[in-house]
């Protein structure tokens, strides 16, 4: 028997749409364009289940990982405009910048009522995100320093008071 998946949520986890995650979207300039559950993802990196980005659009099928959604919709945040117009699959960028999108998608899953900071964490860890403090929490809490200044220099993040 293969094994299944982990327990993260999904976007048909989410009510009927518009939910908090297309506001969200919306107030960072990207829209989220529902994919058939049948569908391959547009735009998908890794395939799969796994969210889909294509411009200022993040792609995704019901069984979609939220924790999925919110890393392709932070990959396109933490871009230019220049480079999100030329963006189709791969949003490249360099491990300061991939560093900078996780953590920027633990602190956007507050905004999604549904998921919030602690179920984005424990999604990640079942995802098999990995950090070299071996939990996603941890880094997060004691490691991403770089990540913050990332996106303080981004503007991304309020510089602390």
């Known amino acids: 028997m293969p094994d299944a ?14 939910h908090s995650l297309t506001t969200l979207l919306a107030r960072h300039g990207l829209r989220l364009e529902a994919v058939a ?7 998908s990196y890794w395939g799969d289940e796994e969210a889909g980005l ?3 659009s993040v792609y ?9 959604i919110l890393h392709e919709a932070c990959h396109a945040i933490c871009m230019g405009a220049q480079r999100r117009d030329a963006l189709h699959t791969d949003a490249g960028g360099d491990d300061a910048e991939e560093c900078a999108v996780c953590y920027l998608q633990i602190l ?17 860890d079942a995802w098999g995100y990995s950090f070299r403090l071996g939990s996603a929490r ?3 809490e004691r490691d991403a320093q770089d990540a913050q200044e990332w996106l303080e220099r981004a503007g991304l993040l309020p510089a602390p008071a």
């Open 37 to 43: 559950a049948d569908a391959a993802i547009p735009g």
């Open 60 to 68: 995704a099928r019901p069984d979609t990982p939220l924790h999925s």
């Open 138 to 140: 941890a880094w997060f």
């Open 54 to 56: 294509i411009g200022s």
């Open 5 to 18: 998946p982990p327990a993260v949520l999904r976007l048909a986890d989410l009510p009927a749409p518009p």
């Open 108 to 124: 956007l899953a507050d905004a999604l009522p549904e998921m919030g900071r602690a179920r984005m964490l424990a999604d990640m």
